[in-house]
């Protein structure tokens, strides 16, 4: 497949197809990586340790345990 680099801003844009994003799992506003390996660019959607969304958790956030109804099967409680 070719695509056209075109000026975004002060930058340069590449138009990602839907089934190119379909396929990777991106859409707007997802966050990705981009690296270069061996003079290409590589785009991946982010990934982020356990680590780094604890690391999110704040008082204003935490909220308390959710109850999720009735036991079904062997759940202890």
Avoid: C, F
């Avoid at 070719?2 to 975004?8: D, F, L, M």
């Avoid at 138009?15 to 991106?26: C, M, R, S, T, W």
């Avoid at 270069?36 to 990934?47: A, E, F, L, T, Y």
């Amino acid at each position: 497949m070719v695509a056209i680099i075109t000026k975004w801003g002060n930058g340069l844009g590449l138009h990602i197809p839907q089934y190119v994003a379909k396929e990777i799992g991106i859409k707007n506003g997802t966050p990705v990586d981009i690296n270069i390996v061996d003079g290409s660019i590589v785009v991946k959607p982010r990934i982020y340790s356990l680590k780094e969304l604890l690391d999110q958790v704040t008082p204003e956030n935490l909220h308390g345990e959710i109850h999720a109804g009735e036991r079904i099967g062997n759940e202890e409680w």
